[in-house]
């Protein structure tokens, strides 16, 4: 394909309703996050074939979204509606009830979520709030790793002593869990959450990625844990047998 994965969310088969005829036709769906060419859109094509040969047949912008809607079953299964400012919409119909659900997720998310999100970028109040097991979750997608088989949305949860990751369709399901005492390095940039883990994770150690649009509070969340942890540990030093 012409698009480098960087630039593409989320992409495949679909059937989109007509607006003037109100019938269902197969397309396939791409969508894009913002770069140098525009903001967060959805390009359409007639097939999968034609994205590295031709131009979309229709590129939608995604910032005046309003809204993001699973369509009741009685009117159309596994469907997903897009609400614009200007009143229009936007539904199309997968080819299953998981695929759905994973379009509406990654739509919310990029749309709605992300629009919201009012990021402080001063010194995060958090301390407080760590110390006493109060657990943040944050959405976001695993990217392939060769010691993690993870994929799908799942739930970021970072509590006063470790990250987690858990199954966001099955919440009781932990996937993987990281010590923060055991991390090597942790980083974000504007997709992505990043974390470098030891020999006594879980995992083992390796380079684990989440493409996420709040990596910025997912670091400022972590990087507070871990300063609460140094600050603990150096207010109680190791006592010696000659105490």
């Known amino acids: 394909m012409s698009s480098g994965f960087s630039d593409i969310i989320k992409q495949g088969c679909v059937k989109i309703r007509s607006r003037h005829f109100r019938i269902y036709q197969k397309c396939w769906l791409v969508m894009k996050r913002a770069s140098s060419e525009g903001p967060d859109m959805l390009e359409k094509y007639s097939n999968q074939r034609s994205t590295s040969t031709k131009s979309p047949q229709k590129v939608m912008s995604l910032t005046n979204v309003k809204n993001v809607s699973r369509v009741p079953k009685q009117q159309k299964k596994h469907a997903v509606m897009l609400e614009f400012r200007e009143e229009s919409s936007l539904t199309f119909a997968c080819k299953s009830e998981a695929e759905a659900d994973e379009w509406y997720n990654v739509l919310h998310i990029y749309c709605i979520q992300e629009r919201k999100k009012k990021?402080?970028?001063?010194?995060?109040?958090?301390?407080?709030?760590?110390?006493?097991?109060?657990?943040?979750?944050?959405?976001?997608f695993p990217l392939p790793s060769d010691s993690f088989t993870a994929h799908g949305e799942c739930t970021l949860q970072i509590t006063h002593k470790a990250i987690h990751l858990y199954n966001a369709h099955d919440p009781r399901q932990r996937i993987a869990s990281w010590p923060l005492k055991v991390l090597r390095r942790y980083g974000r940039d504007r997709t992505c959450f990043t974390i470098e883990a030891g020999r006594m994770c879980d995992t083992g150690e390796g380079l684990f990625k989440f493409h996420t649009p709040e990596g910025e509070a997912i670091y400022q969340r972590v990087h507070t844990a871990v300063l609460a942890i140094m600050e603990?540990?150096?207010?109680?030093?190791?006592?010696?047998?000659n105490d």
């Open 119 to 140: 990021l402080d970028f001063g010194e995060p109040d958090l301390l407080c709030h760590i110390r006493n097991e109060e657990c943040v979750q944050y959405h976001v």
């Open 232 to 241: 603990s540990q150096c207010s109680h030093p190791v006592r010696t047998q």
